[in-house]
């Protein structure tokens, strides 16, 4: 509802004024907000597991993404400081969430079921997303004329509301592992010492720096297209606002699919072989989508994109679970989430929009994406997907 489709569209056109101006500062606004959890993330996963208290994080990061987004209501035309403030904030606060919340996942479930239980929670979190879509849509009715932009902002607001409401029971039910202190000590000074102990030793771990490089490139080209889809539609393919509340409905709708089917499958026959397949399938998009002439044919190549975006974020976060070793979940998966999820967006994003602001060509910008999901697919192959982390760290 924000980064997708009503705030990117609604920072574009009334608050940056439209035009590739619009795409440089939108592509500008997600890399600093990347660029900046990046930079925490790792320090703050690390400190989380080392204190045992990734759920008081997450709720952090939760709320503070929760207020932000509820305060992007009272954005309006031209206050692009105060738009972007906001939206970078509520961003840190989503993304960088996701680093302790991620790491929950070898707690709640076994290696053999990593594919599936991830699967199931992206689903889950699609089904979400077209919800409150679904319930937003009739606010949109009126697209970005003047007398409708109230109905637009509020909308944000119910973005809020839903995240708010359904993170409720992960906070009460949801459980650390407690560790008790004879003095309590420095939990962010401990965790950067234990950032730095893992850096130092990555060497060790070089099928997990294998995989987070891959990871890295292919996600840049994922994010991007997240990022820039709705903008991509309305500016090349003429789509209306409607046209394009229908178009992210069919994508999360083949997303919760595609989660839902590759989690089983990766379950099958390996994250790292569902990941490949997947990749190849975001460069068979990528390619339509820089020919695509019409709009029936853009909903097509939408729900290929839908299916490969569920699946490639599910079969990542279980290869990374599986190659994660016991006790630094949520350090390892700060720089799965942080160092390499969040700053991969930064490539991406921005230069999707300096293409598009320099040549005044959206097609350009795209097929560009594409050069991320190749070189992802190369590198990947270099990873060992046999061979589990999972024991202790010292090995």
Same mark, same amino acid.
């Given at each position: 509802?924000?980064?997708? =489709? ?36 790792? =320090? ?6 080392? #204190? ?6 997450? /709720? ?52 053999? #079921? ?23 849509? %009739? ?22 509301? &839903? /995240?708010?409401?359904?993170? &409720? %029971? ?37 099928? &997990? ?13 994922? $994010? ?12 090349? $393919? ?5 046209? =394009? ?20 499958? #990766?379950?099958?026959?390996? %994250? ?20 695509? *002439? ?24 279980? $290869?990374?679970?599986?190659?994660? %070793?016991?006790?630094? *979940?949520?350090?390892? /998966? ?21 293409? #598009? ?8 910008? =795209? ?11 190369? $590198? ?16």
């Amino acid at each position: 509802m924000i980064v997708a =489709v009503g705030y990117s569209l609604y920072f574009k056109e009334i608050v940056a004024g439209g035009s590739g101006r619009g795409d440089f500062l939108w592509g500008l606004a997600v890399s600093i907000s990347m660029l900046l959890t990046a930079i925490i993330a790792p =320090v703050l996963g690390a400190a989380a597991d080392f #204190s045992s208290r990734r759920k008081r994080f997450l /709720f952090g990061f939760t709320l503070a993404s929760i207020i932000c987004t509820a305060l992007l209501f009272f954005v309006e035309a031209h206050d692009v400081l105060w738009g972007m403030i906001l939206f970078i904030i509520a961003n840190i606060g989503f993304e960088g969430g996701l680093v302790f919340y991620d790491a929950f996942l070898p707690n709640i479930t076994t290696e053999r #079921s990593y594919g599936r239980v991830s699967g199931y929670g992206f689903a889950m979190g699609y089904i979400g997303s077209l919800t409150t879509l679904l319930v937003a849509m %009739p606010l949109y009715a009126g697209g970005f004329e003047e007398a409708n932009l109230l109905n637009v902002r509020y909308s944000f607001l119910i973005a809020a509301g &839903v /995240f708010f409401i359904f993170s &409720v %029971p992960l906070f009460l039910f949801l459980r650390d592992h407690k560790i008790h202190f004879e003095q309590k000590p420095s939990y962010i000074r401990a965790g950067i010492e234990r950032v730095k102990d893992t850096v130092t030793h990555l060497k060790n771990y070089k099928n &997990v720096a294998r995989f987070l490089l891959a990871f890295f490139i292919y996600n840049d080209g994922i $994010l991007t297209v997240i990022s820039f889809a709705s903008l991509f539609a309305t500016q090349t $393919l003429k789509f209306t606002l409607q046209e =394009v509340l229908v178009l992210f409905a069919v994508v999360q709708a083949s997303a919760i699919i595609g989660s839902i089917i590759f989690g089983v499958i #990766s379950d099958k026959i390996g %994250p790292k072989r569902t990941i490949a397949i997947n990749l190849i399938l975001w460069m068979v998009v990528v390619a339509a989508a820089y020919f695509v *002439e019409t709009k029936e044919m853009f909903y097509i190549i939408a729900s290929i994109a839908g299916s490969s975006m569920g699946a490639s974020q599910a079969s990542s976060r279980s $290869l990374m679970a599986q190659l994660t %070793p016991k006790h630094h *979940e949520a350090e390892f /998966f700060g720089f799965y989430d942080g160092l390499c999820g969040k700053a991969s967006a930064v490539v991406g994003t921005f230069l999707f929009g300096l293409i #598009s602001y320099i040549t005044g060509d959206q097609r350009l910008a =795209v097929l560009s994406v594409g050069l991320f999901f190749a070189i992802g697919f190369i $590198l990947l192959q270099r990873v060992d997907d046999k061979q589990s982390a999972r024991e202790s760290i010292t090995t």
